[in-house]
């Protein structure tokens, strides 16, 4: 059995209220909820970790480098664009990630068209709403499915 972390950076706590037609009308609740019945079914443990703090996302990082984590589901939010440290975490944790958006960053603002994380990703999954995370998850399993 493996374990698939997925991280949610700041403001994603308020999906489901927050511009629900950039984001969408599902909570975060419901995306966590559709990925833990996706990950157990396929036989693994799906945890998730919410935060607004920069901090308290790469401690969560650093933690997963020790407690068996497999695989990263990752979706820093805002932080995607400015966090050189967040990125230095991902990489110190030496797990496979992939990188979930709701919105199409590329139709939005130009500062929010780069990403400190993309190029360290098995992959990135951007603007299909709700439904990446379950994209993601798929590939997360699958990827788990064939390490070694």
Known sequence: MAKILTLHGPNLNLLGSREPSIYGTDTLKDIDERLSKQCSAAGHLHISFQSNSEAKLIERLHAARMDGTDFIIMNFGGFTHTSIALRDAVLASE??????????????????????????????????????????????????????
Not at 110 to 133: K, M, N, P, T
């Open 95 to 148: 797990l496979s990630c992939i990188e979930v958006h709701l919105s199409n960053l590329f139709q939005r603002e130009e500062y929010r068209h780069h990403s400190f994380f993309s190029d360290i990703a098995v992959g990135c999954i951007i603007g299909l709403g709700a439904q990446g995370y379950q994209l993601a998850m798929q590939a997360a399993i699958n990827h788990v499915g064939t390490r070694d």
